[in-house]
């Protein structure tokens, strides 16, 4: 088996040399640390992880977690996040809520007795009512993706909601839509206050009975949560969607009814993933900073591991931008 002291001698230099240059943690001058590198990769040198983390006291892992993959949001989080960790030297370990409380519970209680560095969470679905499971843990939280009301103890890197839903309540009405239906997700209640923000600045109301809750994010809910909004609506002339999902549903379910979108049926959404640009016509939608909030809620992380600067417990805001494709036009 391959030892550093092995590694050392190729190269030249001290074990402690190669230690510096496996770390990263003091500055090697670059030739002696392509030396070193070179030896690795020629001894086939892997290093002991258990061992270093026994030495050092720290795993070079940090915990994330996501109420799923299965959609391009919350799997652009992971993939951002897994780049920024890798280089800096650390890997990812990755564990999905399924929007499951009991699961978040379960998997909480399990990473806080594990060796991790620092805990990353993307989403409260779930997850609320089980952090003071992480009061009392040795490592850095940062929370981001955060629509509810955030602990005060936990530093937390969100996207301002609320904003994207006015930018889509401003663009119907800029396009003189008035008869509206919402179509949402129940933990979405910052983008429905924004839109109905959006339309109360014109002197014009948005009535609980306009929302239609969808109770997940899917092509199937979007389509009855459509379907029961077009039919107790039929005057209405636009839709706001809070997922891209519910309305690309809602575009079928349109279609269905004989409205042309967006002729007599506009539909405007929020998140801005691919599924909206896949879509006939394709959606305008509220575009989110999604790998901007990753990479500045690991960047919290990094700080708060190397102890460069605190992670003060207050809320970052990243803004959303509105993008207008072809499902919105103006009301003829």
Known sequence: MVTMQDVAERAGVTKQTVSNVLSGRVAVRPATEARVRAAIAELGYVPNLVARSLATGSTRTVGLFV????????????????DVLDAHGYRLLLCTTRRDGERARRHLAGLTSRSIDALLIAGDQGLTDHLPLLSRTRFPVVLCA?????????????????????????????LGHRNVAVLASPAHTLRVNGFRRAFAEDGLDVPAGA????PEPSFRAGIEAARAALTAHPSA???FATHDVLAVGALEAARDAGRSIPDDLSVVAHDDTPEGLLARPTLTSVALPTREMAREAI??????????????????????????????????
Do not use: C, K
Not at 146 to 173: K, N, S
């Open 299 to 332: 960047g919290l992380l990094m700080r708060a591991i190397e102890n460069t600067t605190p992670t003060e417990p207050r809320p970052g805001l990243l803004q959303p931008t509105l993008i207008a494709r072809e499902s919105t036009a103006r009301r003829g």
């Open 146 to 174: 955060w629509e509810t009301r955030a602990p005060a103890e936990f530093p937390v890197v969100t996207v301002d909601y609320e904003h994207g839903g006015y930018l889509a309540g401003r663009h119907l009405r800029e």
């Open 237 to 239: 002339t636009a839709l």
């Open 67 to 82: 109420p799923t993959v299965s959609t391009a949001f919350y799997a652009e989080v992971v993939e951002e996040a897994e």
């Open 211 to 214: 929302v239609h809750l969808a």
